[in-house]
Nanobody, 120 residues
């Protein structure tokens, strides 16, 4: 299983970034794909999740209206378009793949993260 994030970097306040998560080794279309973030000294928190193309979308309050999550099941990739970034968005951003089966199994895969720094 591989989950690899990219697209992070340093951006000025008000700027935009598009994060990219490439995956392999599991049945991508069956998984809920999510982005989480963890700022220094804080716990990891959910940013956004997408169940399947055209399916349910969930956004944290701070992300709604500024961030957009999307997925491409053919490419087995998930994206996070972020706009109007501010200093509070500075964090390590992680891609997560999760599947909970009807038999109580929980498959959970994480990438190594991509760093986003918002600074003037």
């Amino acid at each position: 299983v591989r989950v690899v994030e990219s697209g992070g970097g340093e951006v000025q306040p008000g700027g935009s970034l598009r994060l990219h998560c490439a995956t392999s080794g599991f049945t991508f279309s069956s998984y809920v794909m999510s982005w989480y973030r963890q700022a220094p000294g804080k716990e990891r928190e959910l940013v956004a999740a997408i169940s399947r193309p055209g399916g349910r979308l969930d956004y944290a309050g701070f992300a709604a209206g500024r961030f957009t999550i999307s997925r491409d099941d053919k490419k087995k990739e998930v994206y996070l378009q972020m706009s109007d970034l501010n200093a509070e968005d500075t964090a390590m951003y992680y891609c997560n793949a999760n599947l909970k089966t009807g038999w109580g199994q929980d498959y959970d895969y994480w990438g190594q993260g991509t760093r986003v720094t918002v600074s003037s």
